[in-house]
């Protein structure tokens, strides 16, 4: 494959998700920075438009998602030669410049919006940026289609600065009432875009924005090119002796984010998640115990729980019998290991901390605390295994629930991992806090059912404090719709709402804390 520019080191090339909001030059910029980096190059938003075309050219009705997937075979989208994708051709003939027209910019966010449409070209993306050394621009490159990509770019300008480029391009006047009405397009595109159900656009909690306002494209496609460049150096950083033991460039498959081995905690949370004879007899004897102590219901779709990829366990947190009750049910229902986040203490327990690290218990030092435990449960996710987090951090002290960290939102943010909502009560009363276990009464599991950030068209783009706000509600108002309205506690409101058929919980208020120790925060998380 023909490539300008001046390639470094293939070994170190990168998958980059390129996202922003219409009009903010991705293309032009991706593609210019491409070209400067000898990367590849791909505008998904092609896909799309070439799909909106189609439909209007065959009075395909734009709600229609079984004639929409119909279409998708038809479009390809086709490489000028240096592995840059900006072209698209429908049975043959090249369409780009009919799908960028005015016709397709209309109607095209209804038709991105469809989740069918978007699960129907997610493997074709991916298929593409698979051999890696790419920069892929879309509205959900980041958190979507690459949540893996090594490095994730935003590049954000404001709505009136785009609408003035846009007139620019087509050669119109600022105050010519044609300039306002583009302005109104954009404003009614980026509603649509970010207030979708499935893959909206969004901030990546951990993409830089590259904010373009009265900048030259030449210093934004230079801001950029800065960017990769910056994040090869790092990954050559990271990794200056296991390259020499890499198999070729192009004989890898599809990229992984790669750490360096040092930051490994000493229990490796990417090792299989099978269960060993050792966690059945524990989870067998978590069941004995928690028998012994009171009668036990567990309520659910257990059988519809994820058997494979990664998968967020969240429970709200009375008692310490919460998580003997889980790991006893849930282990043998889920079919393979859970992964828990410990104090350090626990694991330097004799024998007994040795038997809970082989269990998948992972040692996290509160004292440094939160950024470890973050990136543990990060690399947990990363490698499909499945992690239980207490998103409030401790157990509560009022027997409802209290303020959650923020660090299982900006993970799952960050990952996209199915989350399964969990409330556990009873616990308190057969072993309070401060207390020995009570035996008698009864404890109840509830298993909620899984969902995806994603899915749930929360607000907060533009503002990543917002976003992971609004996705702690959501997931704690899950928990708590789950729970009998006297342990709801601050999240009775979020409940309730999410109960009104709002789905999202409540707006996010900043005034929220971000929690203290324990639990998972980003506090000190890039
Ligand atoms: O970037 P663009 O304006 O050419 O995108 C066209 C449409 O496709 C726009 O409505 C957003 C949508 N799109 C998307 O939803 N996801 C992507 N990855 C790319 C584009």
Known sequence: ??????????????????????????????????????????????????????????????????????????????????????????????????????????????????????????????????????????????????????????????????????????????????????????????????????????????????????RRFEETVAAVVAAIRAAEARRRAARPRRRAAEPPAGDRGPRRRRRSPSRRPARDPARPGHLTLLIRLGAFGARLLARLLARVTVEGDLAGLPRQGPLVLAANHLSNLDGVVIGGWLTPALGRRIHWLAKKEMLAWPIAGRLLAMSSFHAVDRGTGDVEAFRTAQRILEAGNVLFVFPEGTRSRTGALGRAHDGLAALALRTDPPIVPLAVFGTERVWPRGRFPRPGGRVVLRVGTPFRLSELGLPGVGDRRLAKVAATEAIMARIGALLPEAYRGVYAAAVAALEAGQGRGPAPSPTDPDGGAGGISTAGVR
Request: aromatic share 2%; glycine share 10%.
């Open 1 to 214: 494959m023909a490539r300008s520019g001046s390639p470094p080191d293939t070994a170190t090339g990168l998958v980059v998700a390129l996202d922003g909001p219409a009009s903010s030059g991705k293309s032009t910029v991706g593609e210019a920075a491409a070209r400067a980096l000898g990367y590849r190059f791909c505008d998904t938003g092609l896909l799309y438009r070439a799909l909106a075309w189609l439909a209007l050219e065959r009075g395909v009705p734009l709600d229609d998602d079984e004639r929409l997937v119909a279409l998708v075979p038809e479009l390809e989208l086709a490489d000028d030669g240096g592995g840059r994708f900006r072209r698209v051709r429908v049975g043959g003939r090249d369409v780009t410049d009919l799908v960028r027209g005015e016709r397709v910019d209309r109607v095209v966010s209804e038709v991105a919006r469809r989740p069918a449409v978007r699960a129907a070209l997610l493997e074709r993306q991916r298929a593409l940026a698979a051999p890696g050394r790419i920069i892929m621009a879309g509205r959900d490159i980041g958190t979507v289609v690459l949540p893996d990509a090594d490095l994730k770019l935003y590049l954000d300008a404001s709505v009136e600065e785009r609408a003035r480029r846009r007139a620019a391009e087509r050669g119109i006047a600022p105050d010519d009432p044609e300039a306002a009405a583009i302005l109104a397009d954009l404003r009614r595109r980026d509603a649509i875009d970010s207030g979708r159900a499935v893959a909206p656009l969004r901030i990546a909690a951990d993409a830089t924005v590259i904010t373009t306002d009265g």
